[in-house]
């Protein structure tokens, strides 16, 4: 079965933020098990990704896991502490629509 963007936006978000801090794990990828189960009503700040250091490797993390034309705008938004996770989801969900537009187009959105 394929994956919604919401669905492959989540996992991104997951994985990324298991990669920025050791607060959050990923214990199985299929089914996709995430710890906090949680994880994604939490804000950045409460799972640790605090600073600019776990933000810039949470923004990496996220721009490598994502198509190539997903990355720009991945890079430049900038991701507060306070933000909720699951806000950043549905942030990443439109910019892989806007990719997956963009390639299906061959051009820009």
Known sequence: MTETLLQQAAKITCVACS???NSVHVTSFSP???APADLLEK???EIRIDD???IAIFQKAVAELSPEE???DVL???VQPSAAIEDYVKFLQAVLAKAELTGTLGGTV
């Open 32 to 34: 996709f098990i995430v």
């Open 76 to 78: 430049a938004t900038a």
């Open 43 to 45: 804000t950045f700040a």
């Open 70 to 72: 997903a990355r720009p």
């Open 52 to 54: 600019d250091a776990r």
């Open 19 to 21: 990669v920025a801090t």
